[in-house]
T-cell receptor, first 109, second 113 residues
Framework: DAGITQSPRYKITETGRQVTLMCHQTWSHSYMFWYRQDLGHGLRLIYYSAAADITDKGEVPDGYVVSRSKTENFPLTLESATRSQTSVYFC????????FGPGTRLTVL | QKEVEQNSGPLSVPEGAIASLNCTYSDRGSQSFFWYRQYSGKSPELIMSIYSNGDKEDGRFTAQLNKASQYVSLLIRDSQPSDSATYLCAVKDMDTGRRALTFGSGTRLQVQP
């Protein structure tokens, strides 16, 4: 199916565990983005990627790691999850306009 | 720090009325502006993009841009209960080649049947 997908859709983990959120797009967009959405803060950029092997920090990158070895995939890793990383995470792709994946709701206990 | 401001609402309008959603932004150099609709528990969905001063119409939606006043608005004509959602204003980051969006916190619209 064409589009942008995220997995898992829901995840519960414990403080200190490593978690990886997956993002896959079939449009061959060069640009991909990770945002988090929290009440009171709206959507905030965590990391973005302009192309395979090119990534850079956004507004709130601390505690997160990204990689992009293939154009279509852009995984986001929480190296040691904290409660403050409980949020809804959205992946997006596109250049001039951005299209969002369905999101991953992450709870860190 | 770049900012995008929206009234959080809720904005309540009767069915069939015009809903007017407003947004201001701080970066005078911004060139690209977007409206997204987000239903509860869902992801943002692009409704409109606008790049030039003036109005842009698409069906029941009209986006209005005034760069001098750093103001973007979205009008929804003949509002329907299915339009009830949170509307997010977004401005594209013009720094370097980031192409990321800065979002407002959204305005919640309620269309009363």
């Amino acid at each position: 199916d064409a589009g942008i997908t995220q997995s898992p859709r829901y995840k519960i983990t414990e403080t200190g565990r490593q978690v990886t959120l997956m993002c896959h797009q079939t449009w061959s967009h060069s640009y991909m983005f990770w945002y988090r959405q929290d009440l009171g803060h709206g959507l905030r950029l965590i990391y973005y990627s302009a192309a395979a092997d090119i990534t850079d920090k956004g507004e709130v990158p601390d505690g997160y790691v990204v990689s992009r070895s293939k154009t279509e995939n852009f995984p986001l890793t929480l190296e040691s999850a904290t409660r403050s990383q409980t949020s809804v995470y959205f992946c997006a792709s596109g250049g001039d306009t951005q299209y969002f994946g369905p999101g991953t709701r992450l709870t860190v206990l | 720090q770049k900012e995008v401001e929206q009234n959080s609402g809720p904005l309540s309008v009767p069915e069939g009325a015009i809903a007017s959603l407003n947004c201001t932004y701080s970066d005078r150099g911004s060139q690209s502006f977007f409206w997204y609709r987000q239903y509860s528990g869902k992801s943002p969905e692009l409704i409109m993009s606008i790049y030039s001063n003036g109005d842009k119409e698409d069906g029941r939606f009209t986006a209005q841009l005034n760069k001098a006043s750093q103001y973007v608005s979205l009008l929804i004509r003949d509002s329907q209960p299915s339009d009830s959602a949170t509307y997010l204003c977004a401005v594209k980051d013009m720094d370097t080649g980031r192409r990321a969006l800065t979002f407002g916190s959204g305005t919640r619209l309620q269309v009363q049947p």
